[in-house]
C-alpha cells in the first residue's frame, strides 16, 4: 500500500483544514483502518485519530477530541482528517496510516506510512 497525504498548508488559529490520504498499490484498501499520526517539531511523534476498515469505529487522541474528525470514503480510496478550531500547538507534520491492527495504528506500528502534510497553525 502506498499513501499519498495532501491538505496541509499555512492557516490562522481558528481556521479549518482537511487533510486527505489516498492509498493505492493493488491491496484492498477496505480491510485496512487508517489513521494519523503527526510530528511537532522538537517533539516525538504521537497519536491523532485512527478508524477501523468498515468506518464504524474511531479513535481520538484526547488533545483533538471534538475538533478533528477522520472519515473514510472507501469507493475513493481516501481517508480524511477534518481539522477544525485549529491551534498553534496543532502544528505539525501530519502521517497518514494504514495497518490492520488497532493497536498497530494507536500506537505507531502501523505497516505502511505516507509521506507527511505539513500544518502550519498561526496565532
Known amino acids: 500500500v502506498q499513501l499519498q497525504a495532501s491538505g496541509g498548508g499555512l492557516v490562522q488559529a481558528g481556521d479549518p483544514l482537511r487533510l486527505s490520504c489516498i492509498a493505492s498499490?493493488?491491496?484492498?484498501?477496505?480491510?485496512?483502518?487508517m489513521g494519523w499520526f503527526r510530528q511537532a517539531p522538537g517533539k516525538e511523534r504521537e497519536f491523532v485519530a485512527a478508524?477501523?476498515?468498515?468506518?464504524?469505529?474511531?479513535y481520538y487522541a484526547d488533545s483533538v477530541k471534538g475538533r478533528f474528525t477522520i472519515s473514510r470514503d472507501t469507493a475513493k480510496n481516501t481517508v480524511y482528517l477534518q481539522l477544525n478550531s485549529l491551534k498553534p500547538e496543532d502544528t505539525a507534520v501530519y502521517y497518514c496510516?494504514?495497518?490492520?491492527?488497532?493497536?498497530?495504528?494507536?500506537?505507531?506500528?502501523?505497516?505502511?506510512w505516507g509521506q507527511g502534510t505539513l500544518v502550519t497553525v498561526s496565532s
Open positions: 496510516t494504514a495497518d490492520k491492527s488497532h493497536y498497530n495504528l494507536g500506537h505507531g506500528l502501523a505497516v505502511y
Open positions: 498499490g493493488g491491496r484492498t484498501f477496505s480491510t485496512y483502518g
Open positions: 478508524i477501523s476498515a468498515s468506518g464504524g469505529i474511531t
